[in-house]
């Protein structure tokens, strides 16, 4: 199936758009609101099949947590809005890029957690076996950890306005590490004024509080799919797929059209045609119906740009690239297959082996001689 999104397409956005609450896509001057799929504001009623019928299943920990704390909404709101200046679509670009993780290719905050959550574990283990000097080294390393942790958390966090489950489960995640942090940091000035059994209190329960945020963090991720590339599941035929007449593209107007399961978006612009995914990577928006500009397009729901030319990402919040698709024409028609990348020649560790067991070897028989 092919569809045109023409300039004129009212669900088009003005750069600089914010998302608000209810579902829409806040406005700008000059900005039109789109509606978000009810698919991505509330996870599907879980089912399981039981004599073969389907029953619906008992909502898990995460959301009954969700439903029975209406007021995080407002707490989310006010930290929402607070961050704006330094995460949200006024802070600076570049800045926001290098939070996310665009340089990275996959969000950057679950690459930096590991710090504060393993340095305080290694914390209570030095308090443990009585190695101080140690145990004050990780917990101010953690504290590090856990300031690069919140702004880079913020940064992803800050776009999910529209999703009731991910706004509340993150705001209660924000709160109980800014809890741990408080506690850690009181622990280091107890432990610094000669107070260490107070100091060991306050960095135990931080540790608990700690690791029960970490626990929301991984309902965030595992179970409601905050910062996953929503192109992973999607899959086309790896043969090529007749899916457009040629003459049915204009020149810089993206063309939606269906390559098995997966939605790719034609444009045809600069001498060539190009096909890339056209759910966004970021929360799935429809990048068909974003701006096409300087080779690249804007999604429309939060601003990431991708390059049409090879679907990487050029600005996030988006950290993964769009799926790419080779392109031909052939008697007038436009087919794709998509495109796969040469595998990266790594040595073989069979052989980095043998060579290695070559050197230890000459270098064995050179020690032989020479003491002979
Ligand atoms: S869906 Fe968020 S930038 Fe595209």
């Known amino acids: 199936m092919l569809h045109r999104h023409g300039r004129s397409n009212p669900s088009r956005s003005s750069p600089g758009r914010t998302v608000a609450g209810d579902g829409v896509v806040g406005q700008t001057p000059g900005s039109i609101s789109v509606d978000f799929p009810a698919r991505l504001m509330r996870k599907p009623d879980r089912t399981r099949k039981t004599g073969g019928q389907e029953v619906p299943m008992?909502?898990?920990?995460?959301?009954?947590?969700?439903?029975?704390?209406?007021?995080?909404?407002?707490a989310a709101d006010r930290m929402q809005e607070a961050f704006e200046p330094v995460v949200g679509q006024s802070a600076p670009r570049a800045l926001r890029d290098a939070l996310y993780g665009v340089w990275l290719g996959h969000p950057l905050h679950p690459a930096v957690?590991?710090?504060?959550?393993?340095?305080?574990?290694?914390?209570?283990?030095f308090d443990l076996i009585g190695e101080e000097r140690a145990a004050d080294l990780t917990l101010n390393l953690g504290l590090a950890g856990a300031v690069v942790s919140a702004v880079t958390g913020a940064a992803q966090w800050q776009d999910y306005a529209s999703q009731k489950d991910i706004k509340r489960i993150g705001a209660l995640h924000a709160i109980l590490n800014t809890g741990a942090t408080v506690l850690y940091a009181g622990s280091a000035i107890a432990r610094r004024n000669g107070s260490r059994t107070a100091g060991m209190a306050l960095s135990t329960l931080g540790l608990g509080v700690n690791l029960a945020s970490a626990w929301l963090g991984g309902e965030l991720a595992y179970e409601?799919?905050?910062?996953?590339?929503?192109?992973?599941?999607?899959?086309?035929?790896?043969?090529?797929?007749?899916?457009?007449?040629?003459?049915d593209l204009m020149e810089g107007q993206p063309v939606r059209v269906e390559v098995g399961d997966m939605p790719v978006m034609l444009v045809r612009g600069g001498?060539?045609?190009?096909?890339?995914?056209a759910t966004c990577s970021h929360m799935g928006g429809p990048l068909d119906e974003g701006e096409i500009a300087e080779g690249c397009v804007t999604c429309p729901w939060h601003g990431s740009v991708?390059?049409?030319?090879?679907?990487?990402?050029?600005?996030?919040?988006?950290?993964?690239?769009?799926p790419r698709f080779e392109v031909r024409t052939l008697g007038g028609r436009v087919s794709v297959k998509p495109y796969h990348p040469e595998p990266l020649s790594l040595p073989d560790p069979a052989a980095?082996?043998?060579?290695?067991?070559?050197?230890?070897?000459?270098?064995?028989?050179?020690?032989?001689?020479?003491?002979?």
Not at 224 to 247: I, K, L, N
Not at 357 to 372: C, F, K, L, M, Y
């Open 306 to 322: 991708f390059r049409l030319e090879d679907g990487g990402v050029v600005h996030g919040p988006a950290t993964s690239p769009q």
């Open 271 to 277: 001498g060539g045609i190009t096909a890339i995914g």
């Open 224 to 247: 409601m799919g905050a910062g996953v590339d929503h192109t992973a599941f999607q899959s086309a035929p790896e043969e090529w797929t007749d899916v457009a007449a040629e003459a």
């Open 113 to 125: 957690i590991p710090v504060p959550v393993g340095c305080w574990t290694a914390t209570a283990v």
């Open 58 to 74: 008992e909502p898990d920990l995460a959301e009954r947590i969700t439903e029975s704390l209406p007021w995080l909404d407002a």
């Open 352 to 372: 980095v082996a043998e060579a290695a067991g070559r050197v230890i070897s000459t270098g064995d028989q050179g020690a032989g001689q020479a003491s002979g």
